[in-house]
């Protein structure tokens, strides 16, 4: 099999984002679903959130569990949260998969998964929202515990072409049924045999990401470092995934850029304050920037 691509600022380059022109209103830049967060990781949501608006998405919403409802709204006044039924142990209902697939239909983009800790309610969750709303025709992102919806061979077929995930190594190896050790030997081979096996765009987090499509197309993007292994960083990268996608660039497009962004967004941090000890949320800020540097051709390394 060939070597993957290697994702540099040119690469990007050739696969623009969708413009928007001086005249659009935030409904035509994009609407983001945001479903996450729990009692325990509230803040989940909240990165992921920041992650869809600083990519340029126009509107977000979050639906979340109801105890953190307020206090989510009230820490983010750009999102629209909306507090739904929780289990005991402090997830989103699974009963509230019909209701979220109605709005799903009103989204450009839906994520699914960061901070969501009970992992039972999340699957059930995932799985009843994708078997009612797979043939909106919205991309979907799944992370973090929503990937156990997940089975090999079982993607719905509305989701096909549509379907972006983001697992770590451990995620991964619960996908393809095989020790986290086997993944972290052979991280690309993983990538590819999860999109082939589920029909979806598959980025493998880690040290350098890889990209694999369905169709047997494989990236690698060496950008990031050590700092960005902290807790929700890769909540902030599903919602700058999932606010590329509400503005409307392909799921493929939008994952090399948001890896990209994301790892870049970390080498500029850590140039600032330090290799190690940055925060997730400090991450979606450095991407308004870095979107129009990376466009314009100019070089994001530096400052
Ligand atoms: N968890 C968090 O603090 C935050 C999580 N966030 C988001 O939640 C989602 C799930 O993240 P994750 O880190 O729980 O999942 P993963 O990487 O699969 O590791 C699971 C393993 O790690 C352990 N473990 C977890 N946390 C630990 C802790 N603080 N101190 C010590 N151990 C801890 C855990 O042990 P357990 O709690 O089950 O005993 C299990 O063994 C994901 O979207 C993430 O970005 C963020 O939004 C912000 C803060
Ligand atoms: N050593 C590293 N170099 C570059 N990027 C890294 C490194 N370690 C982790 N990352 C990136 O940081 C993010 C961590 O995401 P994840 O493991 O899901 O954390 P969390 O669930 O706590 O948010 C991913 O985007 C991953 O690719």
């Known amino acids: 099999m060939s070597a993957p691509v290697e994702v540099t600022e040119a690469v990007l380059r050739a696969r623009p984002l969708p413009r928007h022109e001086e005249g659009e209103d935030k409904d035509s830049r994009g609407r983001a679903l945001v479903i996450a967060g729990s009692r325990e990781v509230p803040g989940g949501a909240l990165l992921a959130a920041l992650g869809t608006l600083r990519a340029g998405a126009g509107k977000v919403r979050i ?11 009230l820490a983010m006044p750009e999102a629209r949260v909306i ?5 005991a142990a402090g997830g989103i209902a699974p009963a509230e998969a019909a209701g979220l697939a109605a709005r799903a239909e009103e989204a450009d983009a839906v994520l699914v ?6 992992a039972d309610a999340a699957e059930a969750l995932a799985g009843a929202l994708l078997a009612r709303a797979a043939g909106a025709g919205v991309p979907f992102v799944l992370d973090a515990v929503a990937l156990r919806a ?3 061979g079982a993607t719905p077929p509305g989701l096909r072409g549509r379907l972006v995930i983001t697992p770590h190594a451990g995620e991964m190896a619960t996908l393809l049924g095989i020790p986290r050790d086997a993944v972290l030997a052979d991280r690309l ?8 096996a589920l029909r979806a765009v598959v980025v493998m987090k880690g040290g ?3 990209v694999a499509t ?3 197309e494989s990236f690698h993007i060496a950008r990031g ?11 902030t990268l599903a919602g700058i995934l999932a606010g590329l996608l509400a503005r409307g660039a392909a799921p493929l497009d939008a994952a090399l850029w948001a890896v990209f962004l994301h790892g870049v967004a970390g080498e500029r941090l850590a140039m600032r304050q330090g290799p190690v000890g940055f925060l997730a949320r400090d991450l979606p800020a450095e991407v308004p920037g870095l979107l129009a540097r990376i466009a314009a051709g100019e070089d994001d390394r530096g400052a």
Do not use: H, I, K, Q
């Open 83 to 87: 507090g739904l039924a929780e289990t």
């Open 214 to 216: 369905p169709e047997g």
């Open 208 to 210: 350098g990401s890889f």
């Open 225 to 235: 470092n050590v700092g960005l292994a902290t807790s929700g960083s890769g909540d």
């Open 113 to 118: 998964g960061p901070g969501m800790t009970d």
């Open 63 to 73: 639906a979340t569990c109801r105890s953190v409802a307020v206090p989510l709204a």
């Open 189 to 196: 081979g993983a990538a590819r045999r999860a999109a082939a």
């Open 150 to 152: 997940l089975r090999p």
